[in-house]
């Protein structure tokens, strides 16, 4: 099991080997270094022992060992295999993180580095950025493993809706395959992207403003001052019917549930969705639409009811816009999968800008 050279012992130790503290015992004489095993250098210095593997430098053991050496038929050798064995497992991981990073840089290599954005210095993440036919800016960041790539496949996001799927054996594929697979996918998305840009052309969208997500996949439409309608889009499907859910009071929604109920079978997936939307309800309102005030201002944007003995009693702390507590408490806890519990209050998302708000939950 041990060899003298050059005054060191060189060590074999194998992932089969059962070693026992009798090992090594009187280690003068000649031993059999299994050829498969991860050879260990020791040597003694000033009574301790130190190890190197490899191309590493000699470190010291945790613990001194104060016997004078395996040669002098002491046994510090279970302690010598003890250690060694964690050093070997480590070493084991130091290599297999070293192989992996080395076949991540080849594959991007063969990519191209101009078509990586951004990665990590460990390279445990690498994002890429596609910009479509429209100039619109589609990010992929792929989380790849050091422990074992390419056997595990890269775990994949980005603002894009869905999941994105793609082939990945653990032997054969490429990053390359997939970033050419997730351009074919933003292809795809292109209809869904230009349906949901005319709604926010034409239409008065109450939510999300601004700077939206390619990711997200509905739209918060108003009506008329006291009533707006949810649309929720498949984007493997732009133009099909999507779900749609009508916000406001139950007297002010009667006559949008009529229309929607009696244009249902108009629909047709030939032309746009801003189309036929206008088919169910009607000429919608714009975006510049006047009636934006009264819908932020002094109405309750759930109920949307405007009677005074009513006052608004809570509001967004982040857009202002106002609420009646029990509203955005019923609003939260049934209509919202997104909502938490803190401290006495109920936390969740503003039905207006999206920015998670809080309201008292109710006295018991």
Request: net charge negative; proline share 5%; hydrophobic share 35%.
């Amino acid at each position: 099991m041990f060899c003298e050279v050059s005054g060191d012992y060189v060590i074999g130790i194998s992932s089969s080997s059962t070693l026992n503290e009798d090992e090594g015992e009187g280690c003068s004489g000649s031993y059999q270094i299994d050829p498969n095993s991860l050879p260990f250098i020791l040597r003694r210095v000033d009574r301790q022992w130190e190890v190197k593997c490899s191309a590493d430098e000699f470190s010291l053991f945790p613990d001194q060992i104060t016997s004078t050496a395996l040669a002098d038929g002491e046994r510090p050798a279970g302690k010598v295999l003890a250690f060694l064995r964690s050093f070997q497992k480590q070493n084991e991981q130091k290599t297999k993180i070293a192989s992996s990073r080395a076949k991540i840089v080849e594959q991007l290599n063969d990519v191209g580095w101009n078509r990586v954005s951004s990665c990590s210095e460990d390279l445990r993440s690498v994002s890429f950025m596609f910009t479509d036919c429209d100039q619109r800016q589609i990010w992929l960041e792929m989380k790849l493993s050091l422990d074992d790539f390419p056997a595990s496949p890269p775990v994949c996001s980005g603002n894009f809706p869905g999941q994105f799927e793609f082939f990945w054996d653990g032997c054969t594929s490429l990053l390359s395959g997939v970033l050419d697979a997730f351009e074919e996918l933003v292809e795809s998305l292109k209809a869904f992207w230009d349906e949901m840009d005319e709604m926010d052309a034409r239409f008065w969208v109450l939510h999300p403003k601004g700077d939206v997500s390619y990711a997200e996949t509905q739209r918060r439409i108003g009506l008329d001052a006291k009533t707006s309608f949810l649309v929720v889009v498949d984007p493997s499907q732009p133009r099909a019917i999507p779900h749609m859910t009508l916000i406001g009071p139950e007297h002010e929604k009667s006559q949008f549930h009529q229309l929607l109920n009696a244009n249902y079978d108009r629909w047709d997936e030939t032309r746009s969705l801003c189309d036929n939307l206008e088919l169910l309800f009607g000429t919608l309102p714009g975006p510049t639409n006047s009636q934006m005030t009264s819908v932020t201002g002094r109405l309750c944007l759930i109920c949307q009811d405007d009677d005074s003995s009513a006052p608004l009693d809570t509001s967004c702390q982040h857009c202002d816009v106002g609420y009646h507590q029990q509203c955005l408490r019923n609003w939260l806890m049934r209509k919202c999968k997104q909502h938490s519990m803190r401290l006495g209050f109920l936390v969740g998302p503003c039905v207006h800008c999206g920015e998670n708000t809080t309201v008292k939950l109710a006295a018991i």
